[in-house]
């Protein structure tokens, strides 16, 4: 195990041991966010065979057997216990499960003290079959998506997700392949080299839903690295835990052959309301804007006399930006940032020209 001080965190490193006795160790406070793909405890009863009797290679390693629901019960909270501490103040978790163990990790999850923000149903395009015929084919997982606390300030890169998705709103069920073809890592024998491999697609929507460029991402069940590729591709930080030294080997040289996409291709869409808050007045303040000068409706219709304190008059409306367009629309509300314009050598340009001028300033 790798010892660390209240200064140093082991960053982009895959670390050896038990998950709880490793971020025991590390500094409290200090990891933006955990995903976590933990033990499902399947509870197989006996081997599963295919219509022509071959048998499907299925998850019973050592590491998901749990001799009981307490026992598994006890081992989600001392897990949760431990991530819960390492994380920020405003930081988050992602825990996937399927339903032999997803509604007890929830459980543990908010006896822990986490916020939960959301369920997400990863719904697979081309799952396993049911081969026995006895229950609907089993096409999805489950992922809950937590903050620290119910206070914490997460992160949420809602318009990165909106583009990601044309235009559209994100929506909490996501269709992705699962893990095959090229993908899919073997081991030296030419086997897969772990049961539950992550498919990238799914780890690259979740760390740009809710990460930056440069947060540590912490995978306390770390398998053969998907976290860690798909966090070092887009710029970020990761710190994996992985008691299983087959797979550590498997996922160091995953990460080794995985290249950082360039700095501007990892910058993503914003919300307006992140950027910086510029008043109407700050134009005329600076100039951009000259009390006396006319505004004009971006509809051609109305057109308002901008005064020396920031507001706008025209006949008998009176006030802001927005409250004067409301008022002559009519309406309730109106932004008068994308509804007014100014001239510039007999041209009308939007306002909000100058207001994008003034926060490139502020940013530069």
């Known amino acids: ?14 670390l050896s041991g038990d998950c709880i006795d490793v971020m025991n160790s590390l500094p409290a406070n200090s990891v933006d966010l955990v995903f976590a793909d933990p033990p499902y405890n399947l509870q197989l009863r006996g081997d ?22 307490a ?14 501490r390492i994380l920020k ?13 997803i509604f007890r990790v929830g459980v543990a999850l908010q006896d822990a003290g986490y916020w939960i923000l959301n369920d997400v149903i990863w719904r697979k395009s081309n799952p396993m079959p049911n081969f026995r015929g006895k229950r609907f084919t089993n096409a999805h997982e489950t992922m809950i998506w937590a903050g620290k606390s119910d206070a914490s300030k997460y992160t949420f890169n809602y318009e990165a997700l909106k583009e990601l998705n044309e235009g559209i709103q994100m929506r909490s069920d996501w269709v992705l392949p699962i893990c095959n073809g090229g993908e899919r890592l073997k081991n030296e024998k030419g086997e897969k080299a772990h049961p539950t491999q992550k498919p990238e697609s799914l780890l690259h929507r979740v760390l740009l839903a809710s990460t930056n460029p440069e947060d540590v991402i912490l995978d306390p069940f770390f398998g053969t690295g998907t976290t860690g590729a798909v966090a070092k ?41 992140a950027e910086p808050r510029v008043p109407f007045g700050n134009l005329i303040e600076r100039g951009m804007l000259n009390p006396g000068e006319n505004l ?35 309406a309730p509300s109106c932004n008068g940032w ?3 314009s100014f001239k510039r050598d007999g041209k009308k340009m939007p306002i909000d020209m100058l207001r994008q001028q003034v926060r490139a300033e502020m940013k530069a």
């Open 296 to 330: 004009y409706s971006l509809n051609g219709r109305w057109k308002a006399k901008v005064r020396a304190d920031g507001t706008l008059i025209t006949g008998e409306s009176r006030g802001s930006i927005h409250q004067v367009g409301a008022a002559l629309e009519g």
């Open 233 to 273: 591709k887009l710029g970020r930080h990761f710190i994996g835990i992985e008691r299983e030294e087959a797979y550590r080997k498997v996922a160091q040289k995953r990460i080794d052959n995985t290249r950082k996409y360039d700095a501007d291709s990892l910058r993503v869409t914003t919300a307006k309301r």
């Open 71 to 84: 026992v598994y019960d006890r081992f989600s909270r001392e897990w949760l216990k431990a991530a819960r």
């Open 1 to 14: 195990m790798i010892k660390t001080t209240e200064k140093t965190l082991p960053l982009d490193t895959i």
């Open 89 to 101: 103040p405003n930081g988050a978790i992602w825990v996937i499960g399927s339903y032999h163990n």
């Open 48 to 69: 599963l065979h295919r219509p022509d009797n071959s048998k499907v290679d299925a998850v019973d390693n050592d590491w998901d057997q749990f001799s009981s629901f």
């Open 338 to 340: 994308t509804y007014w």
